[in-house]
């Protein structure tokens, strides 16, 4: 039996900036098909540096990183941008149209879709995230969580391989946050979320990694790794005051 492509795959990355700043030391990761992962750390562990070597944003340094078999290459970039989708932290950083429905297709208009498929795509992204009755509104009219939904619908209109979400709970209420959980637990697709929150990465992510000083110290059920006191103080990742992991169902 041929072993299945994984969506992603990171062979040996390790990077350094151009201060001389060693950021990764040789980073191994695979993600199959419709994994959901959270990738832990402390701050300066590497995440985002890790994070901008799945689209080529960052690249130049040691190792090979392909997504469903094609290799993140100059000459590959288009592709490989279109299968690796990354929400930012910031979903104002994705939002710049007059409307929801405008900022949902520019993706799939930039690849030259026709304009019945681009409207497909917009009214499936925009279902997913359950914001469909925002497509005519202005985005800076809609709530901090609407617009962080609205931003990963830009990237689902894609139809990526992968989703990556950098810190996808930050500055959500309880509400938006139990939604946007709602929405991403929903969606068929292989996930990578970076986060500081343990209980989300618990609820959402059957497998953490925790990358520290740009290397992979731990690998292996959410569940477990949260429940080892020793390897959460080592690379300071902390759960909140009385929650604990082994009670959540
Ligand atoms: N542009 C840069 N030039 C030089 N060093 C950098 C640059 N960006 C990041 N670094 C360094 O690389 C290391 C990894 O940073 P990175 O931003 O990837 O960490 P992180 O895990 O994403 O942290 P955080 O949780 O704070 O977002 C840190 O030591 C950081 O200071």
Same mark, same amino acid.
């Given at each position: ?7 992603? @795959? ?6 350094? %900036? ?6 990764? %030391?040789?980073?191994?990761? $695979? ?18 540096? @890790? ?21 993140? #290459?100059?000459?590959?970039?288009? =592709? ?11 979903? +104002? ?21 026709? #304009?019945? =498929? ?5 009214? +499936? ?7 469909? /009755?925002?497509?005519? $509104?202005?985005?800076?009219?809609? &709530? ?25 709970? &930050?500055?959500? /209420?309880?509400?938006?946050? $139990? =939604?946007?959980? =709602? !929405? ?15 209980? %989300? ?6 497998? &953490? ?6 290397? !992979?110290?731990? +690998? ?23 929650? /604990?992991?082994?009670? !959540?169902?």
């Amino acid at each position: 039996m041929s072993t299945p492509v994984p969506s992603l @795959l990171v062979d040996d990355l390790a990077f350094a %900036y151009p201060d001389g700043h060693q950021a990764l %030391y040789g980073v191994d990761l $695979r993600l199959e098909a419709g994994e959901r992962v959270a990738l832990l750390g402390p701050n300066g562990a590497g995440k985002t540096t @890790l994070v901008l070597h799945l689209n080529g944003i960052l690249r130049g340094g040691r190792g090979r990183v392909e997504v469903a078999g094609l290799p993140v #290459e100059e000459r590959h970039l288009q =592709e490989v941008r279109r299968r690796v989708g990354i929400v930012f932290q910031d979903p +104002d950083d994705q939002l710049f149209m007059p409307t929801v429905g405008e900022d949902v297709a520019f993706g799939p208009r930039n690849l030259g879709l026709p #304009e019945p =498929e681009v409207a497909r795509r917009v009214a +499936d992204a925009l279902a997913a995230v359950d914001m469909a /009755d925002a497509h005519d $509104r202005a985005p800076h009219h809609l &709530s901090f969580g609407q617009r962080r939904r609205v931003a990963v619908a830009t990237v689902l209109s894609m139809q990526p391989e992968v989703l990556v979400l950098d810190e996808p709970s &930050s500055n959500l /209420d309880p509400a938006g946050r $139990r =939604e946007l959980a =709602e !929405v991403l637990q929903a969606l068929p697709i292989t996930l990578l979320m970076v986060t500081h929150d343990l209980p %989300y990465a618990l609820q959402l992510c059957p497998r &953490s990694v925790v990358l520290d000083g740009g290397v !992979v110290v731990a +690998d292996g059920p959410t569940r477990e790794l949260l429940a080892d006191p020793g390897l959460l103080a080592a690379h300071r990742l902390e759960l909140p005051f009385g929650f /604990d992991p082994r009670a !959540v169902g």
